[in-house]
């Protein structure tokens, strides 16, 4: 290989004068031997007529290869056109052959010129083959062996491009399509998926590449279901969208999408119930920085309302989405006015002066503190936030003749057991009151709420951490290994939640399909397989990545709930059904509401505790009074009993 080093090294022209040296070989060689081949002899090449036609022909031929640009191409990209040009050289040097032979009249029998034709070629076009993949051999010495899974035209797409790289080996595909089974494509073997556990030992494979980006989420669970447990990464190519769109390359490889690990397929939204609340209207999101906020924000605004206003309290989340949103509305040439509004949920004058200023037709509601251990850390500025939030929202949005107001609920308001749950549970529960006064007006505002689980990728979500935590080499920690959450992904959170406003009469708790629960250590589990890499554990030592379990948190469930009764109707969508909860009336609700901020005011805990337990919330709280002030303020009072 070392000296084939010093040929690769030479320079361009010193490399076209190697291969017209070569050639020039080819064309005697390829001669005396058709010559030997028809007549048995090669005595008559002694005759000088015989010589003339030889030294014409190589003249000849040289020239054609050269004026052909033969000598241009560069051979590790040898291409068809390359052979065909070999080819039609051959064909004119064997006809200079012929029309020499019969010019000179020297002894050249007739069927010579096919047979020289034919040497020509397999030499001159043979030689550069192998000089190709000799150079393709030495270019990949050292890369990574990787298996393509799909030998579709992705899949081709993504073979050509990494047999141009120096950093990859694709040493076969990987297809279930009977047609091509047990073929070879590109000089790479195609197998079925049962053979993919043999192919990775017997090639060490370090990576499965998955070009299947036309394939549903629920086929690509099925394909990862049956790699996850091979000791090679599994990476994918970008959506087919994306490649056709030019937003991304076939060898544009990234992690798989923790989505296809959930195998769930979005439904397409019906534009009807995307467009009711939105299309020309002015609209106001709340929490507009956050991560279902963000996402509200986008899709709302590729609906084009007439203006969107963005309310939020984080001026940083503010500039950053503002931002994104003028950007999307240039780039997608929308007609959308973006309102960026800095201010906080808890100021009632704030909202309401803002509606009534802008016109709001339409709020969605995603303003609120979501973390579970943080509000369970601060109890107070969970309750006032979540709970005086959203009502204050909603009374603005009464007073400034609002038609339609969404809450964006969660399932931990199901039978909650810790704070955060507790107070979405009673911002459902003042509007569902709100919304029994607002029924009897000929045009209030339309209430209603929208309970889903756990999103991918937003601020809170454990995904992120997962990966984080593989990245460093773990270990990845996980709570309990029991814990089961249910997961959508954003975009479709949004989309859902648009929808089911839609579909609000007044007080509608709306509940979204989430589909089938993941175990978290499950997910842990299969994160660090499609890395590569091995769980360490007592039946594996010697793994990579350990998985501990760090004890519920403050007021964690092991499952959540998206209902509290069994009283669920479905509605014209699929994903989303509506239930029936039981609810306060507003004289009710605003007399708790009293005691509550006197409460939250003096910073009773003991009271405020007693209250959320004492509203029809079936709050069962699994851990004491956790608000960080509190328990210190307490540690202070016994130090100074002690003394």
């Not at 120096?166 to 091509?180: A, E, S, W, Y």
Request: hydrophobic share 45%; with cysteine; proline share 3%.
């Amino acid at each position: 290989m070392t000296r084939l080093n010093i040929i690769w090294n030479l320079s361009r022209f010193n490399k076209r004068l190697v291969s017209i040296a070569i050639d020039t070989i080819f064309v005697i060689a390829s001669f005396y031997i058709a010559y030997w081949a028809r007549v048995g002899t090669i005595v008559p090449l002694s005759d000088p007529l015989v010589q003339y036609v030889i030294a014409g022909t190589l003249v000849t031929t040289i020239l054609a290869f050269v004026r052909l640009g033969l000598y241009r191409a560069v051979l590790r990209y040898l291409t068809f056109h390359a052979l065909a040009v070999v080819s039609l050289g051959t064909l004119i040097s064997a006809t200079s052959v012929a029309v020499l032979a019969f010019y000179f009249d020297a002894y050249v029998p007739r069927s010579v010129p096919i047979i020289y034709a034919a040497f020509l070629c397999l030499l001159c076009g043979g030689s550069r083959l192998i000089v190709r993949v000799l150079v393709t051999r030495a270019n990949t010495k050292g890369s990574k062996p990787v298996l393509i899974y799909g030998a579709g035209s992705a899949g081709r797409q993504l073979a050509i491009a990494l047999r141009n790289s120096n950093t990859h080996k694709v040493v076969g595909f990987i297809d279930d399509d009977k047609v091509l089974k047990n073929t070879v494509l590109m000089g790479i073997a195609v197998s079925s998926s049962s053979r993919a556990e043999y192919l990775v030992q017997r090639y060490d494979v370090e990576q499965i590449l998955l070009a299947v980006p036309s394939a549903s989420r629920s086929r690509r669970k099925e394909i990862l279901n049956s790699l996850v447990h091979l000791p090679a990464e599994v990476l994918t190519v970008p959506d087919m969208k994306d490649i056709v769109d030019g937003k991304a390359k076939i060898d544009e490889l990234k992690d798989v999408a923790i989505e296809d690990l959930l195998g769930r397929d979005a439904v397409v939204p019906q534009q009807t119930l995307m467009e009711a609340n939105i299309k020309n209207k002015v609209v106001m999101v709340t929490g507009a920085g956050g991560s279902i906020g963000s996402e509200l924000c986008r899709q709302i605004a590729r609906n084009k309302p007439s203006k969107l206003i963005l309310f939020e309290l984080s001026e940083f989340a503010l500039y950053q989405i503002d931002r994104e949103l003028n950007a999307l509305v240039d780039a997608e040439l929308l007609s959308v006015e973006i309102i960026p509004l800095l201010g906080s949920v808890q100021r009632i004058n704030r909202l309401a002066t803002v509606m009534k200023s802008f016109g709001v037709q339409t709020v969605y509601h995603a303003a609120a503190y979501k973390h579970v251990p943080l509000v369970e850390y601060n109890v107070v500025e969970g309750v006032r936030n979540n709970v005086f939030g959203t009502f204050y929202s909603a009374t603005a949005a009464v007073e400034a003749g609002v038609e339609s107001f969404v809450l964006i609920s969660t399932d931990k308001a199901v039978r909650p057991t810790n704070v955060m749950g507790t107070t979405k549970r009673m911002a459902e529960l003042g509007l569902q009151a709100l919304a029994e006064q607002e029924k009897a007006k000929a045009k209030g505002t339309r209430f209603c709420m929208v309970r889903f689980g756990n999103v991918l990728g937003s601020s809170g979500s454990v995904i992120p951490v997962f990966k984080k935590q593989i990245a460093l080499g773990g270990p990845v920690t996980v709570t309990h290994p029991d814990i089961i959450r249910y997961f959508m992904t954003i975009p479709e959170a949004a989309q859902l939640v648009i929808q089911a406003g839609a579909m609000g009469k007044g007080g509608d708790v709306f509940v979204l399909d989430m589909g089938e629960p993941v175990k978290i250590a499950d997910l842990a589990t299969n994160l660090i397989h499609l890395s590569g890499l091995e769980v360490k554990n007592e039946d594996n030592p010697h793994g990579d990545i350990e998985i501990k379990f760090s004890g519920l948190r403050p007021g964690e469930k092991l499952f959540e709930e998206l209902l509290i009764g069994d009283n669920v109707e479905g509605t014209a969508h699929e994903r989303i059904m509506t239930a029936k909860e039981r609810f306060l009336l507003l004289d009710e609700y605003q007399a708790l509401l009293s005691a509550l901020d006197e409460a939250c005011h003096n910073f009773e805990h003991e009271k405020i505790r007693q209250l959320l337990l004492d509203a029809p919330t079936d709050f069962s709280p699994t851990d004491g009074i956790g608000d960080l002030v509190w328990q210190q303020s307490q540690q202070d009072v016994d130090k100074h009993k002690l003394h």
